[in-house]
């Protein structure tokens, strides 16, 4: 199972990624050692998980949801909290 996941940032930014484990991912971006974009950012919470079965297919949605827009984003995140 893979999932496309959002975090948001402490300063309010996203950071879309892809993973097998969102929590621990999280996690890992918590700590410091996830994606350079996040150390600058922290902390960061998981805002947002999609699953997929196939790895083409996470991939290509986390593609997509990185060219949503930051109120694009919010309104994806409204619609599942």
Same mark, same amino acid.
């Given at each position: &199972?893979?999932?496309?996941? &959002?975090? /948001?940032? !402490?300063? !309010?930014?996203?950071?879309?990624?892809?993973?097998?484990?969102?929590?621990? /991912?999280?996690?890992?971006?918590?700590?410091?050692?996830?994606?350079?974009?996040?150390?600058? /950012?922290?902390?960061?919470?998981?805002?947002?998980?999609?699953?997929?079965?196939?790895?083409?297919?996470?991939?290509?949605?986390?593609?997509?949801?990185?060219?949503?827009?930051? !109120?694009?984003?919010?309104?994806?995140?409204?619609?599942? /909290?």
């Amino acid at each position: &199972m893979y999932f496309v996941y &959002m975090l /948001r940032c !402490g300063d !309010g930014s996203f950071y879309t990624g892809f993973t097998n484990d969102p929590v621990r /991912r999280t996690a890992v971006h918590n700590s410091g050692k996830g994606a350079k974009c996040t150390r600058a /950012r922290l902390p960061v919470e998981l805002v947002y998980t999609e699953p997929f079965d196939e790895k083409s297919a996470a991939l290509k949605r986390e593609a997509a949801l990185k060219r949503l827009t930051h !109120g694009q984003k919010e309104s994806l995140i409204r619609q599942i /909290r």
